[in-house]
C-alpha cells in the first residue's frame, strides 16, 4: 500500500519530537510511500537535520494521512485535514507530566498564576489526547501509560541510525577523554524537562565528582537550558557535532522519569559505545534493562564510579548497549512504523 503522508512541523528547531517526525519522513519515503514535510507561512524550514523531503506551505492535493507530533499542533492539523485525511498524533511523550508536576510543587500565594497556567496547559493537554485522531505511541511503555489514561494507541518504535551513531574508528579509552585527560561523563535533556532527571544527574554526578575528576557535559536543545554546574556546555547543535561528543564521552547518565516516553539520546549513546547508567524512566527497562539501576540517588552515583574506575564493567555496559542498539537500528524498526501508518489508515 503507497500511502501520502504529510508530515505537520510547526517548530523546527533542535528537538527530538521533530527529529523523529523528520526520520519518519525520510524512511517512508524511501520504502516508496509519498512523504511531504508541512511548516506554516512564517516558519522556517528544519535545518539541524538532513531530511531530503519537499517542505511544503499547503496540504497537497492527495493526502492520505497529517501527522504531528506537539500537542500545539493536533488542532491545527485537524484544522489542516478538514476530513479530506485522516490525522495521526504521533505520542513522543506526556505532556501532562509537566503541569502536572508543577502543580504539585507551586504552592502558597505567590504560585497562584503559575498553579492557574498549569491548569490550563493540563486541561489543554488532555483535551489534545481526546481529540478524534489516530495515536501512535513510540515505546511500549508510553503506549501502557495511554491505555491507563483511556487512550488506544499503535506502537511505532523508536530506531536509531547506527551508520551515523557509532563507536567510530576505536573505542579505546584514551579516545574518550577531554584534552585535560579527564572522564567525559555526560547528561542530556532541557534543566526545565519535567521528565528528564536533570537535577538528579547533576546532583549524582557531583557526588562523583567528590571522589574523582570528571568533566561533566550537558547537551540540551538551546544553551539556557543546560546546566552552570556542567564543565562543557553543548546546545541547539547538528547531528554531526552530537555524534562527535558522543564518541568522545566515557559514561552517559539517565536520571529521567517514568514520565518520559522514549529516552533517544540514551539509545544513541548506546550505540555510539557509550557506557550507559540508567534509572529505568521512559523505555530504558523495554531497551536495555540490564543497564538500568534505578533512580537512587546513591546507587546511581556507586554505578557510575565503577564504570569510571573498573574497564570490565564499562566494557560490559558498552557490550549490552551496543547489542540493544543493533537491535532498535532504523532498518530493523521502520517496517513496524510503517505498518502502524497503514493501520492508522485503516481505523
Known amino acids: 500500500m503507497r500511502l501520502s503522508i504529510v508530515f505537520y512541523l510547526s517548530a523546527t528547531e533542535v528537538s527530538g519530537g521533530a527529529k523523529v517526525l523528520?526520520?519518519?519522513?525520510?524512511?517512508?519515503?524511501?520504502?516508496?510511500?509519498?512523504?511531504?514535510?508541512?511548516?506554516?507561512?512564517?516558519?522556517?524550514?528544519?535545518?539541524?537535520?538532513?531530511?531530503?523531503?519537499?517542505?511544503?506551505?499547503?496540504?497537497?492535493?492527495?493526502?492520505?494521512?497529517?501527522?504531528?507530533?506537539r500537542y500545539r499542533d493536533i488542532e491545527p492539523a485537524l484544522a489542516l485535514a478538514g476530513g479530506r485525511a485522516r490525522v495521526v498524533h504521533l505520542v513522543q511523550g506526556d505532556d501532562t507530566a509537566g503541569p502536572r508536576d508543577d502543580l504539585a510543587r507551586l504552592h502558597g500565594l505567590g504560585s497562584v498564576l503559575a498553579r492557574r497556567r498549569a491548569r490550563r496547559k493540563l486541561e489543554r493537554c488532555e483535551r489534545t489526547l481526546a481529540l478524534p485522531t489516530v495515536k501512535l505511541a513510540v515505546s511500549e511503555h508510553l503506549r501502557e501509560r495511554l491505555a491507563r489514561s483511556g487512550h488506544r494507541a499503535l506502537l511505532a518504535p523508536n530506531g536509531v541510525d547506527v551508520s551515523r551513531f557509532s563507536p567510530g574508528a576505536t573505542q579505546d579509552d584514551d579516545e574518550r577523554r577531554p584534552p585535560l585527560g579527564r572522564q567525559r561523563v555526560l547528561v542530556a535533556g532541557a534543566r526545565s524537562g519535567p521528565t528528564k532527571g536533570i537535577e538528579l544527574a547533576l546532583s549524582v554526578l557531583e557526588s562523583v565528582r567528590a571522589s574523582r575528576e570528571i568533566e561533566i557535559a550537558h547537551l540540551a536543545p538551546s544553551l539556557d537550558e543546560t546546566d552552570a554546574r556542567a564543565d562543557r556546555r553543548v546546545a541547539g547543535v547538528p547531528e554531526d557535532l552530537v555524534v562527535a561528543l558522543l564518541r568522545s564521552t566515557g559514561v552517559f547518565v539517565s536520571a529521567a522519569s517514568e514520565d518520559e516516553g522514549f529516552d533517544l539520546v540514551a539509545l544513541e549513546a548506546m550505540a555510539s559505545g557509550v557506557a550507559c547508567v540508567l534509572s529505568g524512566g521512559g523505555a530504558h527497562r523495554e531497551i536495555a534493562p540490564g543497564l538500568v539501576v534505578g533512580r537512587d540517588r546513591e546507587a546511581l552515583s556507586r554505578a557510575v564510579l565503577r564504570c569510571l574506575e573498573e574497564r570490565e564493567e564499562r566494557e560490559r555496559r558498552r557490550e549490552i548497549g551496543l547489542a540493544a542498539a543493533g537491535a532498535r537500528s532504523w532498518e530493523i524498526m521502520i517496517g513496524r512504523v510503517e505498518r502502524a501508518y497503514e493501520d492508522a489508515l485503516s481505523r
Do not use: K, W, Y
Request: no cysteine.
Open 22 to 69: 523528520l526520520e519518519h519522513a525520510r524512511r517512508l519515503a524511501a520504502r516508496g510511500h509519498e512523504t511531504a514535510v508541512l511548516v506554516p507561512r512564517g516558519r522556517e524550514p528544519p535545518r539541524f537535520f538532513e531530511h531530503g523531503r519537499p517542505v511544503v506551505r499547503d496540504l497537497p492535493a492527495r493526502a492520505d494521512l497529517v501527522v504531528a507530533t
